[in-house]
């Protein structure tokens, strides 16, 4: 008998948090997955930490209205704020900035870059999480302002992508032309990972959307409560438009959403 009920609620302030709802219906199929992105008000990673924090708390309540056991902020922004969100709500949030950390400190990789939102870049969240876990590791991060927003439109032919990753790595290279691994620390980038191969062959990305879906499987584990075996479902709510979300997850071959409509947020 699972202890928890209602589905995995996954959220990001647009489709970038499909990469992640991808990895939790890959390990966990059963499940049924709930997911809301705020394309009205994205990027969230220019806005200031109140606005994150009430744009974050809209998409929370909205998901614990509707019966969430554990929610998955799958937007490494949001996720810097996690503490301060948790005392809100009476469900587990699991954020991505964490597990991405552990990922990076148990790799024994020493030099690593950090492509990222200016806001999650500028709270050094990342640097603390791994270096209180390993304090030799060398982070080198630079926020992109432009890069979130650019990939949220769906359009992802846009010769301002790939100039855009130039720019964000070159700067990277610039401070610490050793690093070989790149974390791809904001959950739009790695619907575009294609785009970061084609203009930096030579660097390892690394998409922590796998890190945080094993989080979230090893909280349903150790409170009981996986799903029953049925075949999960896959809703989309968004306030901005879902087609461009129905898009996305065929781009990067999600099982096919149950139903995908637009929200008031
Ligand atoms: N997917 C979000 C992240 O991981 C995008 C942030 C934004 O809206 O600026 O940071």
């Not at 390990?27 to 009430?54: F, K, M, V």
């Not at 809703?235 to 409509?261: F, H, L, N, W």
């Amino acid at each position: 008998m699972s202890i928890l009920k209602g589905s995995i609620g996954v959220m990001d302030s647009g489709i970038g948090g499909l990469t992640v709802a991808k990895e939790i219906q890959r390990i966990l199929p059963h499940e049924d997955i709930l997911y809301i992105g705020d394309s009205a008000n994205c990027p969230y990673g220019n806005r200031t930490a109140h606005e994150i924090a009430e744009l974050s708390r809209n998409m929370l309540r909205y998901l614990g209205e509707r019966g969430v056991k554990v929610v998955a902020i799958a937007c490494n922004t949001i996720s810097t704020l996690v503490d301060v969100l948790t005392p809100d709500f009476d469900f587990k949030i699991v954020g991505i900035v964490a597990p991405s950390a552990a990922y990076v400190a148990r790799s024994g990789i020493k030099r690593v870059g950090l492509v990222a939102t200016e806001f999650t870049v500028a709270t050094g969240n990342y640097d603390k999480l791994i270096h209180q876990l390993d304090p030799t590791v060398q982070v080198t991060g630079k926020g992109s302002p432009l890069l979130a927003g650019l990939v949220d439109r769906g359009d992802f032919n846009q010769q301002e992508i790939n100039t855009e990753i130039r720019t964000q790595i070159n700067y990277i290279l610039s401070k610490d032309s050793e690093i070989q691994h790149i974390i791809l620390g904001c959950t739009h980038y790695p619907i575009i990972e294609a785009n970061f191969r084609e203009c930096f062959p030579e660097i390892t990305y690394i998409n922590p959307a796998l890190e945080q879906a094993n989080a979230v499987r090893s909280y349903l584990e150790e409170n009981n409560s996986l799903g029953e075996e049925k075949e999960g479902s896959f809703t989309i709510c968004t306030s901005g438009d879902p087609e461009v979300y129905v898009q996305v997850a065929k781009r990067i071959r999600m099982k096919e959403p149950s139903s995908a409509i637009h929200i008031a947020l």
